[in-house]
């Protein structure tokens, strides 16, 4: 059974049907992996995050698509070998993100990382673009597109948002270098995120469209509205030297005309933003990682609200709802939270993938959700880190760090690993730490142009 992420809650009963769900998908229940010997170390803190860090990292370096170096869709411990030339073009994009916090910290050669991107951006160069737009899916074979559901076989606006992000942070990292290989590096990624047409995906109204089809055109009809994931398109789609959208673009996609704005409470905590299907909740943890490996939330606003409070609140709300446990999932605790969208599975012992969220609460917890919350909750985020690393380290973390899901409750947890999923980890831990992704990608040129053409400020990087 093909296992997908669903980006967002709202998509997710339309494209379900093609690759199974939590409801219905029937793989075999998968438990504890084998148990190496007892490990009985206790890092420090400091050990902790550089572990995860460089664990992380592996996802992208020693399992990347063997042929464009970028990343794969997925891999399974169990069967190394499945979907193993299918790359994740959002996941790629957090992957490159990953990379250059590899060089950063020295935990790869720089001389040899610089290659490997190289091989990358020539083969999305020469890979499938639809308007300038990638596909969900492309393969590492080919280049071409690889259907993500039957529709859903051009351009997929949101996977090329997220790529292109990393793009503009590979290309404001090398951008000032002496090294010819490094500086046309920084060209390429410069010419790669110029080309994408980002104001075709409006069809001509005041809102982005996330999947065109060069055999269905705009029939998944799928609009891009606040709050959610995708909020990074419309910052980029702004930003472009060469396809831009209007304000009212944004404005009125987006925003809603202001109907972004939520004045609900949870755990006496402001949920602030109107987290799309949560109903005065808040939605998956994603939401509030995607977009900001490199989009600096941190007193980031429009006229409508607040980013920085937007996100923090998200992760703060999150852990509280892990320590009230409405649910009574046994294993729930203030270190051991975290709800995002991951693998899971249900009561039957039904497997498949679920947005995890307050409003969707299987008795998961996806590793990636805490972790990667590390610049909204960091307290929190390092307790959760210890309970991996200090007291579940032979349970799970596997050869490229945290598994992707598990379940206390149900003595469950699935030997896999998403790129979407650790993509996220790397990224956030490093700018919590130094800004580094933050700072690269808020003081490029054509970002900051983008983000005061849309209208925002941030007391952090002076606009």
């Given at each position: 059974?093909?296992?997908?992420?669903?980006?967002?809650?709202?998509?997710?009963?339309?494209i379900l049907?093609?690759?199974?769900?939590?409801?219905?998908?029937?793989?075999?229940?998968?438990?504890?992996?084998p148990?190496?010997?007892?490990?009985?170390?206790?890092?420090?803190?400091?050990?902790i995050?550089?572990?995860?860090?460089?664990?992380?990292l592996?996802?992208?370096?020693?399992?990347?698509?063997?042929?464009?170096?970028?990343?794969r869709?997925r891999?399974h411990?169990?069967?190394?070998?499945?979907?193993?030339?299918?790359?994740?073009?959002?996941?790629?994009?957090?992957?490159?993100?990953?990379?250059?916090v590899?060089?950063?910290?020295?935990?790869?050669?720089?001389?040899?990382?610089?290659?490997?991107?190289?091989?990358?951006?020539?083969?999305?160069?020469?890979?499938?673009?639809?308007?300038?737009a990638?596909?969900?899916?492309?393969?590492?074979?080919t280049?071409?597109?690889i259907?993500?559901?039957?529709?859903?076989?051009?351009?997929?606006?949101?996977?090329?948002?997220?790529?292109?992000q990393?793009?503009?942070?590979?290309?404001?990292?090398?951008?000032?270098?002496?090294?010819?290989t490094e500086?046309?590096?920084?060209?390429?990624?410069?010419?790669?995120?110029?080309?994408?047409?980002?104001?075709?995906?409006?069809?001509?109204?005041?809102?982005?469209?996330?999947h065109?089809?060069?055999?269905?055109?705009?029939?998944?009809?799928?609009?891009?509205?606040?709050?959610?994931?995708?909020?990074?398109t419309?910052v980029?789609?702004?930003?472009?030297?060469?396809?831009?959208?209007?304000?009212?673009v944004?404005?009125?996609?987006?925003?809603?005309?202001?109907?972004?704005?939520?004045?609900?409470?949870?755990?006496?905590?402001?949920?602030?933003?109107?987290h799309?299907?949560?109903?005065?909740?808040?939605?998956?943890?994603?939401?509030?990682?995607?977009?900001?490996?490199?989009?600096?939330?941190?007193?980031?606003?429009?006229?409508?609200?607040n980013?920085?409070?937007?996100?923090?609140?998200?992760?703060?709300?999150?852990?509280?709802?892990?320590?009230?446990?409405p649910?009574?999932?046994?294993?729930?605790?203030?270190?051991?939270?975290g709800?995002?969208?991951?693998?899971?599975?249900?009561?039957?012992?039904?497997?498949?993938?679920?947005?995890?969220?307050?409003?969707?609460?299987?008795?998961?917890?996806?590793?990636?959700?805490?972790?990667?919350?590390?610049?909204?909750?960091?307290t929190?985020?390092?307790?959760?880190?210890?309970?991996?690393?200090?007291?579940?380290?032979?349970?799970?973390?596997?050869?490229?760090?945290?598994?992707?899901a598990?379940?206390?409750?149900?003595?469950?947890?699935?030997?896999?690993?998403?790129?979407?999923d650790?993509?996220?980890?790397?990224?956030?831990?490093e700018?919590?730490?130094?800004?580094?992704?933050?700072?690269?990608?808020?003081?490029?040129?054509?970002?900051?142009?983008?983000?005061?053409?849309?209208?925002?400020?941030?007391?952090?990087?002076?606009?």
């Amino acid at each position: 059974m093909n296992l997908f992420r669903t980006i967002s809650f709202s998509l997710a009963t339309a494209i379900l049907f093609s690759y199974g769900s939590c409801s219905n998908g029937r793989e075999p229940d998968i438990v504890e992996p084998p148990i190496d010997p007892p490990h009985t170390t206790r890092y420090t803190d400091p050990q902790i995050v550089e572990m995860v860090q460089k664990d992380a990292l592996k996802y992208f370096w020693d399992y990347a698509e063997v042929n464009s170096k970028l990343a794969r869709e997925r891999y399974h411990t169990e069967n190394p070998g499945l979907d193993a030339n299918v790359v994740s073009a959002g996941g790629s994009g957090f992957g490159l993100m990953t990379v250059l916090v590899g060089i950063k910290n020295g935990y790869i050669p720089r001389a040899e990382a610089v290659s490997r991107i190289g091989t990358a951006l020539n083969f999305l160069q020469n890979a499938d673009r639809f308007h300038g737009a990638w596909s969900h899916w492309i393969s590492g074979s080919t280049g071409n597109v690889i259907p993500f559901s039957p529709m859903d076989n051009g351009g997929d606006l949101v996977e090329t948002a997220f790529l292109v992000q990393g793009l503009i942070c590979v290309r404001e990292y090398f951008k000032t270098s002496t090294d010819p290989t490094e500086l046309a590096l920084s060209q390429k990624a410069d010419e790669l995120w110029k080309g994408v047409e980002w104001n075709w995906y409006t069809q001509g109204q005041n809102v982005l469209y996330w999947h065109w089809s060069p055999n269905y055109s705009f029939q998944m009809n799928h609009k891009l509205q606040g709050f959610d994931e995708t909020m990074i398109t419309y910052v980029l789609a702004a930003a472009s030297p060469t396809y831009s959208i209007e304000k009212s673009v944004y404005q009125q996609g987006w925003a809603r005309n202001g109907g972004i704005k939520n004045s609900a409470s949870q755990y006496g905590i402001p949920v602030v933003a109107n987290h799309n299907g949560a109903t005065g909740n808040v939605g998956p943890m994603f939401w509030s990682h995607y977009s900001f490996l490199g989009l600096d939330p941190r007193g980031l606003s429009d006229e409508f609200v607040n980013y920085g409070d937007v996100t923090a609140n998200h992760a703060k709300i999150m852990y509280q709802y892990g320590i009230s446990n409405p649910k009574g999932w046994n294993g729930y605790s203030a270190k051991n939270w975290g709800l995002t969208a991951s693998y899971s599975r249900n009561a039957d012992g039904s497997t498949g993938y679920a947005a995890h969220q307050p409003n969707n609460d299987l008795g998961i917890i996806s590793p990636t959700a805490a972790i990667s919350n590390f610049p909204y909750t960091p307290t929190e985020s390092m307790n959760y880190l210890r309970f991996l690393y200090n007291e579940n380290y032979e349970k799970l973390i596997g050869v490229a760090g945290p598994y992707d899901a598990y379940s206390l409750h149900y003595n469950w947890v699935t030997p896999r690993y998403l790129a979407i999923d650790q993509g996220t980890i790397a990224p956030m831990i490093e700018n919590q730490k130094s800004a580094f992704l933050w700072d690269l990608f808020m003081n490029a040129p054509d970002v900051r142009s983008g983000l005061v053409k849309l209208g925002f400020h941030s007391t952090q990087h002076g606009f």
